[in-house]
Each structure stands twice: as structure tokens, then as C-alpha cells.
């Protein structure tokens, strides 16, 4: 949820800094397609909301994917604080078999244990559980309209792409700098 805000406000920025659309359509990345397919992989994980050893496994090659992109394009203005915010998310996810945690205290709501969040990449765990807790969903926005829970690696990214979409959208050239 929380990237998906950052990603509409990077857009919202672009425009009402003088940017295109049509610019931002013009964006070159090198592994491209890559980064597609991996976004396509959590989406149906996502979708999906099952916590099975084929989904986290799914979900860490799809991070994997994205941070493989993200290094692949450091050059694009932006990019490295993605990167690193992937990584963090990655490692997360990885210390703790697959899925991001998230304490049912930081949900604002009954969870049961174990049990993935639906519509998203989270599974509830009780903090004891959790391995690199700091780097796990432990940050909340109560404001919007559904309260969600993020990282610091979420953060980053945000930040990454509230650099990367403006400029591109204001640039005349495929590589923001």
C-alpha cells in the first residue's frame, strides 16, 4: 500500500513540477522485462494471499529480480536508494522464511498467527518470532484510508522512486541523472 502512494505522489510531484507522462514512458532500464516478470510473480503471490513454501520461495526470487534490476540501473537518479531498500526487504523476508513479518499490534487488528495478510506480502508473527525485526514491517500510518504497516526498506524505496519518476518525467533525455 505504501509504495503504491509513494509511486502515485512520485507521479503527482512529476506533473506539478512541469513533467510528462509521456516522458516517464520514455525511461530506458536496462533488464526491463526482468523487472516485469518479477513484479508479475508477486502480484499472483499476492493475489493468492497462501502462506506455502512455492509462495515465499516465489516471493524471494522476485525481491531477488528486482534487486538485480535495481543494480543493473544504478545510474538513474534514485535507483541506489531503491536498491538498498529492496535489500533490506530481502533480507527481511529471507530471515524469516519467505514473507515480510508484521506483529498483529502494528496491524491495529486480530490476526491469526502465521496466517498471511491478504493483499499483501506480510505474514502476522508475534515480535519473539520475528528475526531482523528492525527491518520488518514495524512502522504504521494510522491516517489513510486502510492504516498500513511498512519498513524501513519500504521507506527507501519510496524515496527512491519519489527521485527517479519526477526527474524522468522532466527530462527530455532516457536517463535521469
Do not use: W
Amino acid at each position: 500500500m505504501i509504495l503504491v502512494g509513494a509511486l502515485a505522489a512520485a507521479v503527482l510531484l512529476g506533473l506539478l513540477q512541469g513533467g510528462s507522462l509521456f516522458r516517464l514512458g520514455e525511461l530506458r532500464f536496462r533488464l526491463g522485462p526482468l523487472a516485469l516478470g518479477a513484479l508479475a510473480i508477486q502480484v499472483l503471490v499476492i493475489a493468492r494471499s497462501r502462506a506455502t513454501r512455492l509462495d515465499a520461495a516465489l516471493l524471494l526470487i522476485s525481491f531477488a529480480t528486482l534487486l538485480v534490476f535495481a543494480l543493473a540501473n544504478l545510474r538513474l537518479s534514485g535507483l541506489p536508494l531503491l536498491a538498498a531498500g529492496l535489500l533490506l526487504n530481502l533480507a527481511a523476508m529471507a530471515a524469516n522464511g519467505g514473507f515480510m513479518p508484521v506483529t498483529p499490534q502494528a496491524l491495529e487488528y486480530a490476526a491469526d498467527l502465521g496466517s498471511r495478510v491478504p493483499g499483501s506480502k506480510d505474514i502476522v508473527l508475534e515480535r519473539h518470532q520475528i528475526r531482523l525485526y528492525y527491518l520488518t514491517d514495524i512502522l504504521v500510518l494510522r491516517r489513510l484510508p486502510l492504516p498500513t504497516a511498512f519498513s524501513v526498506g519500504d521507506v527507501l524505496i519510496a524515496a527512491g522512486l519519489l527521485i527517479l519518476v519526477p526527474r524522468a518525467m522532466r527530462q527530455r533525455s532516457s536517463a535521469p541523472q
